[in-house]
């Protein structure tokens, strides 16, 4: 029903033209591999996303941006997405953040059986994964955080040659994870705490933990 999310990675290659792999480099050949930031700060786009973070895994300087995020919407999930595009050229998709109130732990699960890393605890009682596809040409790297029924997913479709791209989605996620990811996406959390007494209840919840 839903399509995997390793097939978005392989299709985005296949779109994408190979010169803009080469996004992030300056006249002299030098990449910007300096780390993603470890606090949100403004400027953001679309509200909520640090533009420093966009620019320095994209290597797009003031990029183009389509999107916003209703954080009131489907009963407090949030929904919404932001694309953000080249600004020159064929203006390609080099990257798109969505949320969405549709979110399937068992997709994380996959992912994960198929070799993705998973992520660490961003936000308390979420799992979730991110990888870069093997043999990719366009640098790109994906991650998805699924707490109760919201799902966050950040596609990198094309990153910048040289960098960690893997490791730019994963700093990204704990950017913005903790803005988008609102507490009615954790019905199960009210369940588990009033159900605390019970041991059997406590050790059967463990094993999301890491």
Avoid at 45 to 69: N, Q, S, W, Y
Avoid at 111 to 124: C, K, N, Y
Avoid at 152 to 169: H, M, P, T
Wanted: hydrophobic share 40%.
């Amino acid at each position: 029903m839903r399509k995997p999310f390793a097939a978005v990675a392989a299709l985005s290659c296949a779109l994408a033209m190979s010169t803009a792999c080469q996004a992030g480099r300056s006249a002299s050949g030098e990449v910007d591999r300096t780390p993603l930031p470890v606090v949100a700060a403004p400027p953001y786009i679309c509200e909520h996303i640090p533009l420093k973070a966009v620019e320095l895994m994209t290597g797009v300087r003031d990029p183009l941006v389509r999107g916003h995020f209703d954080m009131a919407a489907a009963e407090g999930l949030g929904i919404g997405s932001c694309a953000v595009y080249q600004r020159s050229g064929e203006r390609l998709k080099v990257l798109l953040i969505d949320l969405t109130p549709g979110g399937y732990p068992e997709e994380v699960t996959e992912h994960l059986e198929d070799g993705a890393s998973p992520l660490p605890e961003i936000v308390p009682g979420a799992i979730g994964s991110y990888f870069k596809p093997r043999d990719s040409e366009d640098n790109d790297a994906y991650a998805l955080l699924v707490r109760g029924k919201a799902e966050l997913s950040i596609q990198l479709e094309i990153g910048v040659e040289g960098r960690d791209n893997a490791a730019d989605v994963l700093a990204l996620m704990k950017l913005i994870a903790p803005k988008l990811i609102t507490d009615a996406s954790a019905p199960s959390a009210k369940t588990v705490s009033t159900a605390s007494p019970s041991p059997k209840s406590k050790d059967s919840a463990s094993p999301k933990g890491d």
